[in-house]
């Protein structure tokens, strides 16, 4: 058994709205819906939203109409934690304060992404005795036919992740591979990439809360910075090398495809790409 927790705080700047409540199912299901209803079906027993004090009372009224009394729900408003800012601190901090309403074992994953069915069952299983794992995606899964996109791109040996490397402007290539500008590359289609699908141990949010701290103090004047999971595993993996910690991060990969939404013009790709599948 295990709690999902589901990062819905988002701006949706370019999307320009609700990008975590977008209907994109044929019963106006958002993203969010199919990741709970997919981890209750992998072990879930509560689920817990990050959301914005602004965008709570929609949030409840969405999951409560697609929801109902199914599972026990937390709400959490991030922008009530930390020092007051017009944007979200980052995917890191909408772990910490999740922390109130997390007792158990726990998966995270982003509101508005559409991760598949079988990627909540992999992580589980990979999960089990073990301190925090990470389902991973390929690469030639994940990136969309036309644009560019930031991704993580993991370092797995032997099923531990060794690191993370964020990469931006990531797209797809005429002979089938793909290049990154920052830093500039040339990746694989069976590059795996982070998508934070995570699951951690409840006294992974200890170590977050250090982080916070340490984070504040560099660059809590900076109103882009943003504290995030990749960058809290790179450094606890970086501490567990130079103090022989037993920190480990077991990865998979799945071979599940990614869904999502940038702009308002991804909404009917991905409604299509939904319905294809014959899920819900």
């Not at 819906?33 to 072990?43: E, F, K, L, N």
């Not at 069915?117 to 994940?142: E, H, K, T, V």
């Not at 982070?194 to 701290?213: G, K």
């Not at 999502?260 to 790409?273: H, K, Q, S, V």
């Amino acid at each position: 058994m295990f709690t999902l927790v589901v990062m819905a705080a988002g701006m949706g700047s370019r999307f320009g709205g609700l990008k975590q409540l977008a209907a994109v199912g044929p019963n106006g299901e958002a993203f969010l819906d199919y990741s709970i209803r997919d981890a209750v079906a992998a072990g879930a027993s509560k689920v817990v939203l990050v959301v914005r004090s602004e965008i709570e009372e929609q949030v409840r009224a969405h999951v409560d109409a697609q929801h109902g009394d199914s599972i026990e729900f937390g709400y959490v408003c991030q922008d009530q934690h930390g020092p007051p800012r017009a944007k979200p601190w980052g995917t890191a901090h909408a772990a910490l304060v999740a922390k109130a309403e997390v007792s158990q074992p726990f998966v995270i994953c982003n509101a508005d992404d559409y991760y598949g069915p079988s990627a909540f069952a992999l992580l589980a299983n990979a999960f089990d005795g073990r301190q925090a794992a990470l389902c991973a995606y390929r690469l030639d899964n994940i990136v969309p036919e036309v644009g560019s996109v930031s991704r993580g791109v993991c370092e797995i040996v032997d099923g531990e992740l060794q690191q993370i490397v964020e990469h931006h402007g990531v797209v797809r290539q005429d002979d089938g591979s793909f290049a990154s500008s920052d830093p500039s590359s040339v990746l694989s289609g069976d590059t795996p990439v982070s998508m934070n699908l995570w699951a951690f141990e409840p006294t992974m949010l200890d170590w977050i809360a250090q982080d916070f701290e340490r984070f504040l103090a560099v660059t809590g004047n900076d109103p882009e910075a943003e504290f995030l999971l990749p960058d809290v595993v790179a450094n606890r993996l970086a501490a567990n090398r130079l103090s022989n910690d037993d920190f480990r991060v077991h990865a998979v990969v799945t071979n599940e495809t990614w869904i999502g939404i940038t702009n308002p013009e991804d909404l009917e790709t991905a409604r299509a790409a939904l319905a294809s599948r014959h899920r819900y």
